[in-house]
């Protein structure tokens, strides 16, 4: 089946700290991967992407390389702000498939 | 975000009563999803549509549970007879076409059953 498991929350960390945030995959042929972002009292927004192996989707300083190796896309961020304060969601569609796979989401809270 | 609405924002039914969610694709998207958040869970998918079409029901609820997006309109989800269980979060997103692998969130309609 297809599944996405990611690093439990929540994460505080300091401003200018750096971001880890875990995610790996079960999924059959060749997932597209996606990380979401979901600001207080907002929908979800696409952060950033990758349809195929070793591509490394980047956005707002945000990084996220898909290993198939290691069916992981962790999510990565040099030095973090308070306006990153939000939830974390990693997802894929599988191959052939139109809806998202979710995992549980990881809250993450950036203190000055 | 590329302007899915959602409403209402927030719904309060008691039990048995029905609760009708509603959403506005962004303009010039024709390809409709369902999702729901339970508490402290991720979201799960639940349906997809196209306009005046049921693609892919794998995730609904076999019963109580419906959805649909006319021709003109909205898409709605509509939920019958409510129960505690279905207090969630409900998320609608839209895509341009079905191959698209980008879909945008509406803000999601906060459903509480007492």
């Known amino acids: 089946g297809n599944s996405v498991t990611q690093m439990e929350g929540p994460v505080t960390l300091s401003e200018e700290a750096f971001l880890t945030i875990n995610c790996t995959y079960t999924a059959t042929g060749y997932p597209s991967l996606f990380w979401y972002v979901q600001y207080p009292g907002e929908g979800l927004q696409l952060l950033l992407k990758a349809t195929k192996a070793d591509d490394k989707g980047s956005n707002k300083g945000f990084e996220a390389t898909y290993r198939k190796e290691t069916t992981s896309f962790h999510l990565e961020k040099g030095s973090v702000q308070v306006s990153d304060s939000a939830v974390y969601f990693c997802?894929?569609?599988?191959?052939?498939?139109?809806?998202?796979?979710f995992g549980t989401g990881t809250r993450l809270t950036v203190i000055p | 975000n590329a302007g899915v609405m959602q409403n209402p924002r927030h719904l309060v039914r008691r039990r048995g009563q029905e609760a009708r969610l509603r959403c506005s694709p962004v303009k010039g998207h024709s390809h409709v999803y369902w999702y729901r958040q339970l508490p402290e869970e991720g979201l799960k998918f639940m349906v997809y549509l196209q306009k005046e079409n049921i693609i892919d029901e794998s995730g609904m609820p076999k019963e109580r549970f419906s959805a649909e997006f006319p021709k003109e309109g909205p898409s709605i989800l509509r939920i019958q007879q409510v129960v505690r269980g279905d207090s969630a979060a409900y998320f609608c997103?839209?895509?341009?076409?079905?191959?698209?692998?980008?879909?945008?969130f509406g803000p999601g309609t906060r459903l509480t059953v007492l």
């Open positions: 997103a839209s895509s341009r076409t079905g191959r698209d692998n980008e879909q945008f």
């Open positions: 997802a894929l569609t599988p191959t052939g498939a139109n809806n998202l796979f």
